[in-house]
């Protein structure tokens, strides 16, 4: 059985090797994505077993993605290959500064049809962690509900669970549908990891202990508030709060990714029994060392170079 189970929808980048719009870049190169696959690569690379639920088509896209994950020793045993929808995919841009844009083909995807039937209870009975994102919440009325359904079964049999909101404006029809649906998934979550700006968007609050007070006190346990460089600050049910300063890189080449990485850290770290402001920096480390490539998930560390870079950058 697994130690941490996760849900969502994989796709295929495309990478973009110049800067420039779609029209002016010449050459992609393929990846695969999608926030709960980058972090099941970063769990499992750290040696720690990752069961994956999604839908992936019938078609070339799917076959890709599927022996890239089993290349990541991830276990793909409750995916549903369906013969109906094609497997999403999406661009991103090529940035100097800043957060790269992204477009995305997947609506009506493969995954968007996850329907809670496809979820075997099975799966969850000697799991440690579920993690959940927004993102899958987003695509669909059915992919919400499996979500729920996810949650539902990991209390049932004492899983912990996390969630990251993981933002994504354009896959919601309004920000209020957004913000009330994602903290509904969040309330009497064991993590809750909003990044800091989207924290202000899902609570109105303007300060990082506003944040972390209004998931508190809707029954959340632990709540860690990611603020890129400047690493991550957490706050407790139990009254434990700290602030967990970030790594600096020389070269930051592409951002997408950071979250999920600083997720894999946080959760690897609690599986391992780390003091929570441990698994919070190994969180940071992790999410230095993605945006210094531009795939959404190969600079996710084996434990090696992890623990070299944390040494080295100490
Ligand atoms: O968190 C990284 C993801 O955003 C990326 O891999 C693609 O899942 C994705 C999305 O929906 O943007």
Known sequence: ME??????????????QQTGNFGEVETFQKGVAGAELNVAVGVSRLGHRI???????????????????????????????????????????????????????RKNSAASFLAEEDLQEKFF?????????GIAAAISENCLNAC???????????????FDP??????????????RVLNELAADCDYVLPG??????????????????????????????????????????????GVVKGFHVAQV?????AGDAFAAGVLTGILENLPL???????????????????????MPQRESLEKFMKENA
């Open 196 to 241: 800091i700006e989207e924290g202000k968007i899902l609570t109105g609050e303007d300060t990082w202990e506003g944040i972390a007070d209004f998931y508190l006190k809707m029954g959340v346990k632990n709540v860690i508030i990611k603020d890129g460089s400047s690493g991550a600050v957490y706050k407790c049910a139990d009254g434990r709060s």
């Open 51 to 105: 069961g994956y639920i999604s839908r992936l088509g019938k078609d070339v896209f799917g076959t890709y993605i599927l022996e890239r994950l089993k290349a990541e020793k991830i276990d793909t045993s409750a995916i549903i290959m369906d013969g109906e929808h094609l497997t999403g995919s999406y661009f991103k841009t090529k940035v100097t500064e800043g957060n790269p844009e992204v477009f995305y083909l």
């Open 125 to 133: 009975r000697e799991g440690k962690i579920l993690h959940l994102t």
């Open 277 to 299: 402001s441990e698994a919070v920096r190994r969180g940071n480390a992790m999410g230095a060392m993605m945006v210094t490539e531009p795939g959404d998930n190969e600079a």
């Open 253 to 257: 080449v592409d951002t997408v990714g």
């Open 148 to 162: 729920k359904k996810a949650k539902m079964l990991a209390k049932k049999h004492g899983m912990k669970v996390s």
């Open 3 to 16: 130690n941490i189970i996760t849900l969502g929808e994989p796709m295929v980048v495309w990478i973009p």
């Open 166 to 179: 993981n933002i994504r404006p354009s896959l919601w029809k309004s920000m209020e549908e957004m913000q």
